[in-house]
Nanobody, 127 residues
Framework: QVQLVESGGGLVQAGDSLRLSCAYS????????MAWFRQARGKEREIVAA????????YYADFVEGRFTISRDDAKKTLNLQMNSLKPEDTAVYYC????????????????????WGQGTQVTISS
């Protein structure tokens, strides 16, 4: 059983920064690949960033354009997403995801690759 709890969302202005965190508990798993997804109203859930089991490999969606940084602290069992230079189009619910299987050492960027999800945290960017 894996539990994921996101925090750090809120309402900020364009150009501001936010730091999202995901606290995870995974008693029967060692460190696993994780990711941040987002879902805007009326749209499909999409990948934002992904990280492999040891943090050595990361992936970012094209729209990130160098503004976000994904990181993990497995001693504290947290996954983070530092978001800078936020834009109104970044408005969405942001979800943390955890993959139960690990074979390749790489990150995973599809929704179907993940087995556990948090409840989401709302990020709203005003113009």
């Amino acid at each position: 059983q894996v539990q994921l709890v996101e925090s750090g969302g809120g309402l900020v202005q364009a150009g501001d920064s936010l730091r999202l965190s995901c606290a995870y508990s995974a008693r029967t798993f060692s460190v696993q690949p994780m990711a941040w997804f987002r879902q805007a109203r009326g749209k499909e859930r999409e990948i934002v960033a992904a990280i492999n089991w040891n943090g050595g490999r990361t992936y970012y969606a094209d729209f990130v354009e160098g503004r976000f940084t994904i990181s993990r602290d497995d001693a504290k069992k947290t996954l983070n997403l530092q978001m800078n230079s936020l834009k109104p189009e970044d408005t969405a619910v942001y979800y943390c995801a955890f993959r139960a299987q690990e074979q390749s050492g790489y990150y995973y960027s599809r929704k179907e690759d993940y087995d556990y999800w948090g409840q989401g945290t709302q990020v709203t960017i005003s113009s």
